[in-house]
């Protein structure tokens, strides 16, 4: 597509519940991105994909956090039994990577209510 | 690894005055830094960037600088105009991958 596309665009779940979060990059790029940003606050780095390397999923805050992508497609983020504290908006972004290339694209992000 | 600091958190400028948000990081091996800005409610956007090979970058109103030996690397925006009201954040990367962000600037252009 055009940009990177992700949903749904606002999700309201009950604490407890799990959610799945979708992002479909950019095609062609091999790099993805996930980012937690609560209100007012910055761009707190969750997990990169890239390529068929292994993921560096040492930005997960807990183990109910969950992610995957298939390739150099689409991947899913998971959010097993949610807590009020995981209320925040969930940013993708996809990038070419590689030397000389230009930046992150982001997603619209999923705004993410626990009530 | 990678430490990105963003100096101030925030800042308000009369419109017409210039602004210049700064960063630090650590890692010498970093070559790329972008510039994102975000509106109340949207996406970040990139809005400008250098590589460690320049010193200096100017689209029309926006700057980049870049230090590599102190390690730090500053935007400046001109003229600046209410709809520059933004948080912006810098960011750090080697080779354009997994990009380390500051905490951001939120500025308010005053009018």
């Known amino acids: 597509g055009a940009g990177v596309s992700q949903s749904p665009s606002n999700k309201v779940t009950e604490k407890g519940k799990d959610v799945e979060l979708r992002c479909d990059p950019i095609s062609g790029h091999t790099a993805l991105y996930w980012y937690r940003q609560r209100l007012g606050q910055g761009l707190e780095f969750l997990i990169y994909f890239q390529g068929n390397s292994a993921p560096d999923k040492s930005g997960l805050p807990s183990d109910r956090f969950s992610a995957e992508r298939t390739g150099e497609s689409v991947s899913t983020l998971t959010i097993q039994r949610t807590q009020q504290e995981d209320s925040a908006v969930y940013l993708c972004a996809s990038s070419p990577a590689g030397q000389g290339r230009r930046g992150y694209t982001f997603g619209s992000g999923t705004r993410l209510t626990v009530v | 690894g990678e430490n990105v600091e963003q100096h101030p958190s925030t800042l308000s400028v009369q419109e017409g005055d210039s602004a210049v948000i700064k960063c630090t990081y650590s890692?010498?091996?970093?070559?790329?830094f972008p510039w994102y800005k975000q509106e109340l409610g949207k996406r970040p956007q990139l809005i400008i960037d250098i590589r460690s090979n320049v010193g200096e970058k100017k689209d029309q109103r926006i700057a980049v600088t870049l230090n590599k030996t102190a390690k730090h690397f500053s935007l400046h925006i001109t003229e600046t105009q209410p709809e520059d009201s933004a948080v912006y954040f810098c960011a750090a990367s080697t080779h354009g991958q997994n990009f380390v962000f500051g905490p951001g600037t939120r500025l308010s252009v005053l009018p």
């Open positions: 890692d010498s091996a970093s070559n790329y």
